[in-house]
């Protein structure tokens, strides 16, 4: 059990700018899910797979924001024309299926100048 | 929505008392989780309760859930420094689709 591994760690990018994150899970993982957190607060669901489906996305992921899991197994997380409020932690976490709790990475942490 | 309130925010004590964070919801919670993230860490998954009136323990670590499963609480005995971060209870609604985080409760240690 290597845990979750998020790449990279840290990014500093311009406003306006695209990035994307990514995401390995623990093997044999199916669920896969994505979390943003700020400076002082609890992580806040982003979006959840199921393999390689998508099942759910929160009204915190705009337009502006895509993710793919395309075969089931590592996740990309997709930010573009990035916005200062955009500047975060993103946490991604998988778990084997929907009774297990959920384990999470190193994150990534974004900042927008 | 179906927000999760803890208390305290933070809760600074010294080595060797004892902690208490309480997470309170205004509705029915299926199940509860609890989670400690390090300063500069990832949340790590430490416990999930089910069962109304339920109480686990995990060394000097001890997990309640309310009788009305809209509360719950974890008591930490005895604190020691390994003990710092911010501890953090989880809702979800049903299975363990997307998890709703409390808002946290910071703990630091005075040696």
């Known amino acids: 059990d290597t845990g979750v591994s998020q790449d990279p760690r840290h990014k500093i990018t311009k406003r306006g700018q695209n990035v994307t994150f990514r995401c390995d899970p623990i093997?044999?993982?199916?669920?896969l899910y994505w979390y943003r957190q700020t400076l002082g607060q609890g992580p806040e669901f982003l979006t959840y797979?199921?393999?390689?489906?998508?099942?759910?996305k929160s009204r915190l992921l705009s337009d502006r924001f895509s993710a793919e899991r395309p075969k089931g197994s590592f996740s990309t997380l997709e930010i573009q024309r990035t916005e200062q409020g955009d500047s975060a932690m993103y946490l991604c976490?998988?778990?084997?299926?929907?009774?297990?709790?959920?384990?999470f990475g190193d994150g990534t942490r974004l900042s927008i100048l | 929505g179906q927000q999760v309130m803890q208390i305290p925010q933070y809760q600074h004590v010294q080595e060797g008392e004892d902690f208490t964070t309480y997470c309170n919801s205004s509705t029915t919670l299926s199940n509860i989780q609890w989670y400690k993230q390090r300063p500069g860490g990832h949340p790590v998954f430490l416990i999930q309760l089910v069962k109304s009136g339920e109480v686990k323990k995990q060394k000097r670590l001890t997990f309640q859930f309310g009788e009305a499963k809209k509360n719950s609480s974890l008591h930490i005995t005895a604190t020691q420094t390994t003990d710092v971060g911010t501890y953090f209870c989880a809702r979800s609604n049903s299975g363990n689709e997307k998890l709703t985080f409390g808002t946290g409760t910071r703990l630091t240690i005075i040696p």
């Open positions: 976490a998988s778990s084997p299926d929907w009774e297990q709790p959920q384990h």
């Open positions: 797979f199921q393999n390689e489906a998508q099942l759910e």
């Open positions: 093997s044999e993982h199916n669920r």
